[in-house]
């Protein structure tokens, strides 16, 4: 199998395996979709991550990234259900999170949300086995302790 046929299969498998309902996220090098898996009927995030420079293969975050979610199990942390990989390109099958914490942060918050907020951060990262994790990878829930 060479590299054409990695970028194919890929392709392939997201086409096949996935549905994307809508954009909710855009950034320089990645791109998020709310998606259906059409395998299973769950909603999930598919995260879809080129290589910053074409010609060299997967781009290392993706790789660190699929890495450090696949070690990682906790309520607080979004999980990593699959990584599809094709040539310059890396394609995460995430958890679905309908609450998105930079969305809400600006909004003025009381403060018994603010602290259930902060204890599910703490939570979440005193149980990480990694401290390349990044904060978009925390799920945090509007349950008010």
């Known amino acids: 199998m060479d590299g054409m046929d990695v970028v194919i299969n890929a392709v392939v498998v997201i086409m096949e395996h996935f549905s994307k309902v809508k954009k909710v996220g855009e950034g320089a090098f990645a791109s998020v979709y709310k998606a259906k898996d059409l395998r299973t009927g769950e909603t999930v995030a598919l995260k879809t991550m080129y290589s910053q420079e074409t010609g060299n293969g997967l781009p290392p975050e993706a790789l660190r990234e699929a890495s450090i979610l ?30 998105d914490l930079y969305c809400k942060i ?22 990480r086995k990694s401290t390349r994790l990044n904060s978009s990878h925390l799920v945090i829930s509007y349950a008010v302790f």
């Open 106 to 127: 600006y909004k003025n918050l009381p403060l018994p949300t603010i602290r259930s907020f902060m204890a599910q951060l703490l939570t979440g990262l005193a149980d």
């Open 70 to 99: 696949r070690s990682l199990r906790h309520k607080n942390i979004v999980g990593l259900k699959e990584a599809i990989y094709g040539h310059e390109v890396v394609h995460l099958v995430l958890e679905w999170v309908a609450t």
